[in-house]
T-cell receptor, first 114, second 113 residues
Framework: DSGVTQTPKHLITATGQRVTLRCSPR?????VYWYQQSLDQGLQFLIQ???????AKGNILERFSAQQFPDLHSELNLSSLELGDSALYFC?????????????FGNGTRLTVT | DAKTTQPTSMDCAEGRAANLPCNHS???????VYWYRQIHSQGPQYIIH???NNETNEMASLIITEDRKSSTLILPHATLRDTAVYYC??????????????FGDGTTLTVKP
């Protein structure tokens, strides 16, 4: 158990809808990362927050947004969903925003868009 | 950012050491080498990381060559539960917006009885 909690574990929704994925980092970790894993593209970095502030951005679509709250949990919002958004979404956390600080991943949310 | 190259797949007999190689010939001086593994569709699991010295923890050992252009992850006594995809990555890759997969394709290690 990595200590990173993601909810829900599974989510099934229709095209055009909006969903929110939630992540609670490990106790003491200030940095949160979001990743998307689909069958044809592997694990892709989406966005990183550190202590409530956006720190780095990857290939995140404009339809997607995220935030980190004062209690350090994070939410990833996906809107106007398309079939291609079906994927595993992972959250990871680390103690600090430093290169030598390992990331610890949750077990993901499996999103299915029908 | 430094890129990594790993074999697509490897087999290992249960109880034997599994040695997983990784090439990172363009690594920069301040970039760490990290290893993660992913079992089925679970979240990637952190294994070990290092800068230039060899490292060992309860899961594995990491051997980094003196020129830092390659490394080897060693699982000393592989078990069936070690069957997974193993990713070797350079730390700077973890939060970049490169167009390719952040974690690459990794090595699928199959531990056989």
């Amino acid at each position: 158990d990595s200590g990173v909690t993601q909810t829900p574990k599974h989510l099934i929704t229709a095209t055009g809808q909006r969903v929110t994925l939630r992540c609670s980092p490990r106790s003491g970790d200030l940095s949160v990362y979001w990743y998307q894993q689909s069958l044809d593209q592997g694990l892709q970095f989406l966005i990183q927050y550190y202590n409530g502030e956006e720190r780095a951005k990857g290939n995140i679509l404009e339809r997607f947004s995220a935030q980190q709250f004062p209690d350090l949990h994070s939410e990833l919002n996906l809107s106007s969903l398309e079939l291609g958004d079906s994927a595993l979404y992972f959250c990871a956390s680390s103690v600090a925003d430093r290169v030598e600080s390992p990331l610890h991943f949750g077990n993901g949310t499996r999103l299915t868009v029908t | 950012d430094a890129k990594t190259t790993q074999p697509t797949s490897m087999d290992c007999a249960e109880g034997r050491a599994a040695n997983l190689p990784c090439n990172h010939s363009t690594i920069s001086g301040n970039e760490y080498v990290y290893w993660y593994r992913q079992i089925h569709s679970q979240g990637p699991q952190y294994i070990i990381h290092g800068l230039k010295n060899n490292e060992t923890n309860e899961m594995a050992s990491l051997i980094i060559t003196e020129d830092r252009k390659s490394s080897t992850l060693i699982l000393p006594h592989a078990t069936l539960r070690d069957t997974a995809v193993y990713y070797c990555i350079v730390r700077a890759q973890l939060n970049t917006n490169a167009g390719k997969s952040t974690f690459g394709d990794g090595t699928t290690l199959t531990v056989k009885p």
